[in-house]
């Protein structure tokens, strides 16, 4: 069964400032797909973004990007530039990408960002 | 922009009573999923819904839990007899797509079941 692991429960980063999250997995494919959702206060969990493993360039999205090693099975989170609004919680997630296999999320536990003015 | 809404936001409900939460995926969005975090804990999958039948399930939904769209707009999940393990925060998410790696589950922003 496909396990996901991010060691840090909570993290701090000052205003501006460059933050990585860190996050494994653990899986027997190939062929898979990687998320990170954040998570407001009592709002609903929103893609950040999202890698396809065969892919072997890291994902991009404004300020957020990702540091994907396969052979490791690590998937970090880089914000660069943290705002105020940065602050919540992520989730790394876990997809297979069999044809006809399964859709369910694979989640870590997350990881509380606080983002200090 | 759409949105999945979930609704009670929070429901409190005594140990051995039926809870039905509520969910209204996005509209042109065709697969259907529940998921559950107990404080402190993963969020885990709970059952994923396609075509009016379940197309999977994790070994948590058992025959307490069932799940329907009745209306073709909302989407439920029911707890026939809740248990004080029940509590938990649950989401509904849904997907236009499977199988694909355009296939982005969108989430609601959670019912919290409180069982007494």
């Known amino acids: 069964a496909q396990t996901v692991t991010q060691s840090q429960p909570e993290m701090s980063v000052q205003e501006a400032e460059t933050v990585t999250l860190s996050c494994t997995y653990d899986?027997?494919?190939?062929?898979?797909?990687l998320f990170w959702y954040k998570q407001p206060p009592s709002r609903q969990m929103i893609l950040v973004i999202r890698?396809?493993?065969?892919?072997?360039q890291n994902a991009t999205e404004n300020r957020f990007s990702v540091n994907f090693q396969k052979a490791a099975k690590s998937f970090s989170l880089k914000i660069s530039d943290s705002q105020l609004g940065d602050a919540a919680m992520y989730f790394c997630a876990y997809r297979q990408a069999t044809q006809g296999g399964s859709e369910k999320l694979v989640f870590g536990k997350g990881t509380k960002l606080t983002v200090n003015p | 922009e759409p949105e999945v809404t979930q609704t009670p936001s929070h429901q409190v409900t005594q140990m051995g009573q039926e809870v039905i939460l509520r969910c209204v995926p996005i509209s042109n969005h065709l697969y259907f999923y529940w998921y559950r975090q107990i404080l402190g804990q993963k969020v885990e999958f709970l059952v994923s819904f396609y075509n009016n039948e379940i197309s999977e399930k994790s070994e948590i939904f058992d025959d307490q839990f069932s799940v329907e769209r009745p209306d073709g707009s909302n989407f439920t999940l029911k707890i026939r007899s809740t248990k004080l393990e029940d509590s938990a925060m649950y989401f509904c998410?849904?997907?236009?797509?499977?199988?694909?790696?355009?296939?982005?589950?969108?989430f609601g922003a959670g019912t919290r079941l409180s069982v007494l």
């Open positions: 890698q396809e493993a065969y892919k072997q």
């Open positions: 998410a849904s997907s236009r797509l499977a199988g694909a790696a355009k296939n982005i589950q969108y």
């Open positions: 899986t027997s494919e190939s062929d898979y797909y």
